[in-house]
C-alpha cells in the first residue's frame, strides 16, 4: 500500500521538530516570543508543545525564561546500537591514548551534513583543550571531516558534500582543493595539519573502520605543544600513537584490511 505524504500529516510532530530544530542552532537559548518567531507561529501555537518539551526533559527554561536544548537528543542518539558499541568500544583505548600522548582526544561521526563528536578524553595534564562531545562541525574544512570523506564510496562521499551545513566560522573550501585534500587522506590514512579551529594547534586524525573498508568514524588528537613539559612527546611521536589505537579499536569493530591503516 502506497500512502499520499501530503495526505498523512502530523502537524503537532512538525511543530515540535521545527522548536527542536531550532533550538539546536541557538547558542544562547531562545524566549517564547523570539522561538514563535523563528518557526513562524504564534506563541499561543507554541506554548503547549514547549512546555511538553520541557515536562519530557528535551529543553530547558533558564531564569530568562530562554529555551535551550537539553543533551536528551544526544543521548537517545547513544542509545542507538553501532554508535552505543562503538564509543563503549573506543572509550578505553581513547583513555589509553589521551595517557601515552599526553593530549586530549576525540572520536567524530558523519550525521546529517556535519561531523558530530561522540566521544572525547581530556588530557591527563591539569589543563586540556579538547572537542565537546556535541559539538559539531563540518566536512570540508576539518581533520576528522577529511578522512570520513576519504574513506567511503564515491557515492556516498558525492551524497556527504552535497549534504553539508554550515557551521558558523568554517573555512570556505572550494571544491578542487577538497578533492586534493582528500585524496592526499585517502593515499597517506591520516590527516596532519595546522588545526582551523585554535592557532597553534596541529590535529592528527586517523580512520576507525568496521567490517568494510569504510571509516565508521575518526579519531583525532588537537595537539597542543607543552612548554611546561617538554619531555612530552611531539608530533612524530603522536601520530603513532593514534596509528596504533585507531587500528586496534577498528580490530575490535572487527575489521580485518590491515594494510589500510599501517
Not at 528535551?58 to 542509545?79: G, I
Not at 563540518?138 to 557515492?155: M, Q
Request: proline content about 4%; overall charge neutral.
Amino acid at each position: 500500500m502506497v500512502f499520499n505524504a501530503a495526505k498523512y500529516t502530523a502537524p503537532a510532530l512538525d511543530k515540535g521538530l521545527d522548536i527542536l530544530e531550532v533550538l539546536s542552532d541557538s547558542v544562547r537559548g531562545l524566549t517564547l516570543n523570539e522561538l514563535a518567531k523563528a518557526v513562524d507561529r504564534t506563541v499561543s501555537e507554541i506554548f503547549r508543545m514547549a512546555l511538553t518539551l520541557q515536562q519530557r526533559g528535551y529543553v530547558v527554561v533558564d531564569e530568562n525564561d530562554r529555551y535551550a536544548l537539553t543533551m536528551k537528543m544526544l543521548e537517545l542518539s547513544h542509545r542507538q546500537q553501532p554508535l552505543k558499541s562503538l564509543v563503549a568500544t573506543a572509550s578505553p583505548l581513547m583513555r589509553e591514548l589521551a595517557g601515552r600522548a599526553y593530549q586530549s582526544c576525540h572520536l567524530t561521526v558523519h550525521h546529517d551534513g556535519q561531523i558530530i563528536v561522540v566521544a572525547q578524553m581530556d588530557s591527563p595534564g591539569p589543563f586540556s583543550v579538547g572537542a565537546k562531545v556535541g559539538a559539531l562541525g563540518k566536512l570540508s574544512d576539518s581533520a576528522s571531516g577529511n578522512i570520513l570523506l576519504a574513506f567511503c564510496d564515491e557515492a556516498e562521499r558525492t551524497r556527504m558534500i552535497a549534504a553539508q551545513i554550515r557551521i558558523g566560522g568554517e573555512l570556505d573550501i572550494d571544491a578542487a582543493q577538497l578533492l586534493r585534500q582528500i585524496d592526499a587522506a585517502r593515499k597517506n590514512a591520516f590527516v596532519t595539519w595546522p588545526s582551523r579551529r585554535i592557532r597553534g594547534a596541529i590535529d592528527i586524525s586517523r580512520p576507525v573502520f568496521g567490517i568494510t573498508e569504510h571509516a565508521i568514524a575518526a579519531l583525532t588528537v588537537p595537539y597542543i605543544e607543552r612548554m611546561d613539559r617538554p619531555q612530552s612527546p611531539g608530533v612524530p611521536e603522536v601520530e603513532e600513537h593514534v596509528r596504533e589505537i585507531a587500528l586496534r579499536i577498528s580490530e575490535l569493530m572487527c575489521f580485518s584490511g590491515h594494510n589500510t591503516l599501517q
